[in-house]
């Protein structure tokens, strides 16, 4: 199994509708990302848990909202997605001391139509 | 705050040839600097990684990136290059604290037979 697993990989839906996407890691680390990929973008940082009860907005949290249900699990949700949030989004974690050397989910393709 | 800027959004070598892919930071405090290799339909995987210490870092699959303070700069560099280092390649800076990642828009690399 993968250290870090996001489900569904693929998904289609409506302008509007409500959805969640899921994060879940074997690593044993605190600490999960939220980023999503955009052509000619790179990677931006949507939200960060340090900790179960630590949750932060990072740079474009605009639109979407987190929960860390444990310390092995952080889901992404769009309460009402737009077109503009189509993208590639990506789960990550990281262990304390590394400085940002993350392990990535395989990532999760969302199109909003 | 800290940024990334990733000279060359495409590049191409052809087979054999060295590779040079370009990374210039902005940072207030001494950074962390790390590349990332993603594959097509994969996530992102670290290549290599510099925290403090030797400013010669080697990483894997023969890819090594050298940090000049002096020019703000953390080249990626291979050889020579084979086929099977098409992908995309991202240069990302953090202030070793937080740990949150800001990343590069990226480079992708083309190897021509």
């Known amino acids: 199994d993968a250290d870090v697993t996001q489900t569904p990989r693929n998904r289609i839906t409506k302008t509007g509708k409500r959805i969640m996407l899921e994060c879940s890691q074997t690593k044993g680390h605190d600490r999960m990302y939220w980023y999503r990929q955009d052509p000619g973008l790179g990677l931006r940082l949507i939200y960060y848990s340090f900790d179960v009860k630590d949750i932060n907005k990072g740079e474009i949290s605009d639109g979407y909202s987190v929960s860390r249900q444990a310390q092995a699990k952080f889901s992404l949700s769009l309460e009402s997605a737009i077109p503009n949030q189509t993208a590639l989004y990506f789960c990550a974690t990281s262990d304390p001391g590394q400085g940002g050397g993350y392990t990535f989910g395989s990532g999760t393709r969302l199109t909003v139509v | ?113």
């Not at chain 2, 992102?44 to 703000?72: D, H, M, P, R, W």
């Not at chain 2, 291979?78 to 800076?93: G, I, L, T």
């Not at chain 2, 990642?101 to 021509?112: E, K, P, Q, S």
Request: proline share 4%.
């Open chain 2, 1 to 113: 705050a800290q940024s990334v800027t990733q000279l060359g959004s495409h590049v191409s070598v052809s087979e054999g040839a060295l590779v040079l892919l370009r990374c210039n930071y902005s940072s207030s405090v001494p950074p962390y600097l790390f590349w990332y290799v993603q594959y097509p339909n994969q996530g992102l995987q670290l290549l290599l990684k510099y925290t403090t210490g030797a400013t010669l870092v080697k990483g894997i699959n023969g890819f090594e990136a050298e940090f000049k303070k002096s020019e703000t700069s953390f080249h990626l560099t291979k050889p020579s290059a084979h086929m099977s280092d098409a992908a995309e390649y991202f240069c990302a800076v953090s202030d070793g604290r937080s740990e949150k990642l800001t990343f590069g828009t990226g480079t992708r690399l083309t190897i021509i037979p």
